[in-house]
């Protein structure tokens, strides 16, 4: 029996950062919070998500900075990184009934899900989530198309109760400082009309939200094996993200 809650990072469009949020908020969760996480790679075919951590493991494989955090981290937390596995999207959910069975102790398996409403497949995936979250920037194309999709699953899957879905909601993300406040402000009354929630948490767009492990030695910000540095932590909004994200869940 599934005691786990599912939590699929889903949206139809690239480059609203679907992939960056579902390692972060994973990554903070296991490794700050202290809960139990596990991740559903669906990013076929690529599967960036399973690559970051091939990346990250060659990282503490090779250098010997890395190698000494990992051990300190494992000392202190008493527990392995968060698995992760591929699969593809229509076969997600038997893939985390199956890691929910090796691990009975984990409190959310993550999905980095396609969002393509046009395939039964993926469709009937999405429709076994508890909780999904879809990334948004400020850019005609991307809105429109996660209006849609985060539309149809309130429409058709949670307002009819024909899924266990227990809500969607938007995010912001990469948000440009230097834009109007207008522009964002305008972006929410169109998504208050479609009667979609939008978390009061802001990601902004920075360049930390590209610092993963590398020979240099700096401070990592997204990785799979390592929480997100607390200094770069500072500004970045996202602590309240996941807290913001907890209290929903937790609710």
């Avoid at 669906?42 to 990346?55: A, E, L, V």
């Avoid at 995010?171 to 009354?189: F, P, Q, S």
């Amino acid at each position: 029996m599934k005691e786990a809650t599912y939590v699929a990072i889903s949206t139809q469009k690239g480059g609203a950062g679907k992939t960056t949020l579902t390692v972060l908020v994973a990554s903070y969760l296991h490794y700050v919070k202290g809960y139990n996480v596990a991740v559903v790679d669906c990013d076929f075919p690529q599967y960036s998500i399973h690559d970051m951590r091939k990346r990250d493991m060659k990282a503490v494989m090779e250098d010997g900075h890395y190698k000494v955090l990992a051990y300190e981290q494992l000392k202190r937390l008493k527990k392995n990184p968060y698995t992760i596995r591929c699969s593809r999207a229509e076969d997600a959910v038997k893939t985390a009934e199956n890691l929910v069975a090796a691990q009975p102790d984990l409190d959310f398996v993550f999905f980095d899900l396609p969002g393509t409403i046009n395939n039964a497949d993926v469709v009937q995936t999405i429709s076994q989530m508890d909780y999904i979250f879809t990334p948004i920037i400020a850019d005609r194309v991307v809105m429109e198309s996660s209006i849609k999709f985060a539309t149809v699953i309130n429409e058709q899957m949670i307002s009819t109760g024909k899924s266990g879905i227990k809500g969607i909601y938007l995010v912001w993300n990469m948000v440009d400082g230097r834009e109007k406040t207008e522009l964002y402000k305008a972006y929410d009354k169109v998504c208050a009309e479609f009667a979609l929630p939008i978390l009061e948490t802001h990601l902004p767009d920075s360049k930390r939200f590209r610092k993963e492990t590398a020979a240099e030695r700096k401070a990592v910000f997204r990785s799979t094996a390592f929480p997100a540095d607390k200094i770069l932590v500072r500004g970045s909004n996202l602590d309240k993200l996941v807290d913001e994200i907890l209290g929903i869940i937790k609710n």
